[in-house]
């Protein structure tokens, strides 16, 4: 057999320049393993409808077979000159068992192959970065119930705002990751398709058995349209939304992670085992996970936008423009995978400091929202109440003082309401327990919403503690720095 899979019109080589520019080979063979199970699944519903005989079905299968182990073992030599993972399968398949093997591309086209391989490839790839998630929330919820005693400023503007628990933050970035999962699992889901028998474009004249292949290669149902099954790529474009998201997620984790390692906060010490040293400054222990989980988002972003506008004016059915789907997918997916690692490493075993918390929440006012809902419980209507607090907290700004500074007198001065209870409403425990609705972070809501992610977590069969071992998660915060 030629290596031509399109023989025999041509009758000159391909081009060197054109064969390099064209060859996907070398990003491609990573499909091996979705490609030869799509293969077989195909062969054996020829068989099983009489369109090849029994006997050359299983020499083709028991070929596919070897060359799978070959290609796991390394053995495997690919050949550019092959183009692509399918035709560098085929053309190997047809040295070693003979022209038999050419009975396995009836009925089928390489771009109906290539759709089958890429939602093999994204179902389990999306699976398995859910997966990965869920170990991330099994830290973050180990951490929390560490730190759930853990006071500390909350933040908008990044200006300290009103006390909360350090807890209610981790769990805050336990949120929005588990809708990433959420997003790559309806991904998953709705891909999940046979495009087989769709052949090139149009179906096939051979009675395939469709319900047959999708059966075998675990799709819910064949696709419903020839035309959109080999032309259609929106759900690479899903998953890579859903992983770009996912990045900006881990981004901005990553950067609370550098802010609250600076000096300045000294919130959070990072374990050396994921912090690197200066070649120059000796003092210095950088937060470089963090800092490149920061960095390769725009990676992730940028093979979003490299998919849409690769589609963006491609006319229906399949067009060789969506060969270059391949690398951004995978890419997006080995970086999100490595960067939620990476950070699941850091956060399980980073030393939050509580003594650094609390100096923090020491200056800057938090508890001006106190003085001014003391005041509205008491019929001050809340406008008026937030303009006290405002000059109170002004008059504190003159004097150098805080808030639990100043007598009752000075208080009189600025609402004649105010008596000596409001000293009560400005510490910072009893400002976190009043925030005590679904959501917030007194301590009994916190510990509930701990429970509710470790049950959300075990109903996907995930040993929270076990992961969290595994990832060395430190049970509380800084020992060193404080008596937790
Ligand atoms: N290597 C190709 C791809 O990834 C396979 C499909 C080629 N189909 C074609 N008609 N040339 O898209």
Not at 292 to 302: E, F, Q, S
Not at 357 to 376: I, P, S
Request: hydrophobic share 45%; proline share 4%.
């Amino acid at each position: 057999m030629s290596d031509k899979a399109w023989g025999g019109r041509f009758e000159e080589e391909l081009n060197d320049v054109a064969l390099r520019y064209s060859a996907s080979v070398d990003v491609d063979s990573r499909l091996a393993p979705q490609d030869i199970r799509g293969s077989i699944a195909h062969v054996r519903m020829l068989a099983a409808q009489g369109i090849v005989p029994q006997a050359d079905a299983d020499a083709i299968v028991a070929g596919l077979e070897a060359i799978a182990v070959e290609i796991r073992e390394g053995r495997f030599v690919w050949d550019n000159a092959r183009e692509d993972v399918h035709m560098n399968i085929e053309a190997t398949l047809s040295e070693r068992i003979g022209a038999v093997g050419g009975k396995l591309h009836t009925g089928r086209s390489r771009n109906d192959q290539v759709g089958t391989d890429m939602r093999l490839f994204t179902r389990e790839a999306c699976e398995a970065t859910a997966a990965r998630i869920d170990r991330m929330l099994a830290v973050l919820a180990v951490r929390a119930a560490g730190t759930v005693d853990v006071l500390m400023p909350g933040y908008t503007h990044l200006q300290r705002a009103q006390p909360v628990r350090l807890a209610h933050h981790l769990l805050a970035w336990a949120e929005g990751l588990d809708r990433d999962r959420g997003r790559l699992l309806d991904c998953a889901r709705r891909l999940n398709e046979s495009p087989l028998g769709s052949a090139a474009l149009a179906g096939t004249t051979f009675p395939l058995d469709r319900a047959m292949t999708a059966r075998a290669l675990g799709f819910a149902q064949p696709t419903r349209n020839s035309l959109d099954a080999v032309g259609d790529r929106d759900y690479l474009v899903e998953a890579t939304a859903a992983l770009a998201n996912c990045a900006v997620h881990l981004s901005r984790i990553s950067e609370e992670l550098v802010l609250w390692s600076t000096q300045e906060f000294g919130f959070v010490r990072m374990s050396d085992a994921f912090t690197t040293g200066s070649s120059i400054m000796p003092q210095k222990k950088n937060p470089d996970m963090a800092e490149l989980a920061r960095g390769k988002t725009g990676r992730v972003v940028g093979d979003l936008v490299n998919l849409l506008v690769m589609l963006k004016g491609l006319p229906y059915a399949y067009n060789r423009d969506m060969q270059e789907d391949k690398a951004p997918v995978f890419d997006a997916f080995d970086t999100v995978d490595d960067t939620l690692d990476v950070l699941t490493g850091c956060i399980a075993t980073a030393a939050f400091s509580r003594d650094a918390m609390q100096r923090a929440l020491r200056d800057g006012f938090l508890d001006a929202t106190e003085v001014a809902d003391w005041l509205a419980e008491r019929g001050v209507p809340f406008r008026d109440a937030h303009h006290v607090s405002g000059k109170l907290v002004a008059l504190c700004v003159r004097e150098g003082k805080v808030l639990s500074d100043l007598s009752l007198a000075e208080f009189q001065a600025e609402h004649p309401s105010f008596d000596a209870s409001i000293f009560g409403a400005l510490d910072m425990e009893t400002a976190v327990e009043r925030r005590d609705l679904p959501g917030g972070p007194a301590r009994q809501r916190v510990l509930a919403a701990i429970q509710e992610l470790r049950g959300r977590l075990s109903g996907r069969e995930l040993d929270v503690d076990a992961v969290a071992a595994k990832f060395s998660a430190r049970p509380v915060v800084d020992p060193r720095r404080e008596q937790a």
